[in-house]
């Protein structure tokens, strides 16, 4: 029986990918009224400076940085990033925080584990205050016993690393812990080679070998390895 369920946040949780889609709308309407370009040439060197911070930061939580996406983009156009990087950094975040919504069922299913005395943990690639924005945001705080950025943990998934900080803050042994994500290689073959027991959310059958896979937060499979 295991006694813990550690979970991977962004599209396992929540829909990150549409509050993505609505968050870069409003930072491409924002960032070329205030660059004052076409959204277009926005667009074009907004992509480039991403994937610049990306490879000089892989690996790290500071790959995610939109400031540093925001800051960079200004300067390729030619501009001062001040105040802009910050307002580009604002608009893309407030409306991404308002445009989350939870899968179906996962309010019921983070109740129900918890009623039956199973602890529950976070562990995501990120920056630590985005990702407690975006947990408060979702309302699920209350949920959860522990938490594990990449930012605290200096490394990413499939890093064993932040996967052992979340162990000794829960106290457990792998042998008593299931990990449940999205992912394939971050989520699902991290917590395998982590020695954790790997469920993949809305995973690939063909791709699983014997693998669990729940495609919904109200699947029984999900409950069962906590029952037996």
Not at 157 to 170: C, F, G, H, I, R
């Amino acid at each position: 029986m295991k006694k813990a369920l550690i979970i991977d946040l962004d599209n396992t949780l929540y829909d990150y990918t549409a509050a993505d889609k609505v968050a870069f709308a409003k930072l491409v309407e924002a960032g070329a009224k205030e660059l004052n370009v076409s959204k277009e040439l926005f667009i074009e060197n907004y992509l480039k400076a991403r994937d610049t911070v990306q490879e000089r930061h892989r690996r790290r939580a500071s790959s995610h940085n939109r400031m540093l996406y925001a800051q960079m983009t200004a300067e390729l156009l030619g501009k001062s990033p001040m105040p802009v990087a910050l307002t580009l950094y604002e608009a893309y975040w407030s409306a991404f925080f308002s445009s989350m919504t939870l899968f179906d069922g996962v309010e019921e299913a983070l109740t129900r584990l918890k009623e039956m005395g199973v602890k529950l943990a976070i562990c995501t690639d990120m920056l630590a205050r985005v990702q407690f924005q975006k947990i408060r945001a979702l309302g699920i705080s209350k949920y959860f016993d522990a938490i594990v950025t990449s930012e605290e943990a200096r490394a990413e998934k499939p890093s064993a690393v932040p996967v052992q900080m979340l162990l000794d803050k829960l106290e457990m042994r792998t042998r008593d812990v299931a990990f449940i994500g999205d992912g394939y290689e971050r989520d699902v073959l991290g917590a395998k080679y982590s020695g954790l027991t790997p469920i993949w959310f809305k995973g690939d059958a063909e791709k699983a070998q014997n693998i669990m896979i729940v495609n919904s937060w109200k699947d029984e499979k999900l409950f069962e390895m906590f029952e037996k």
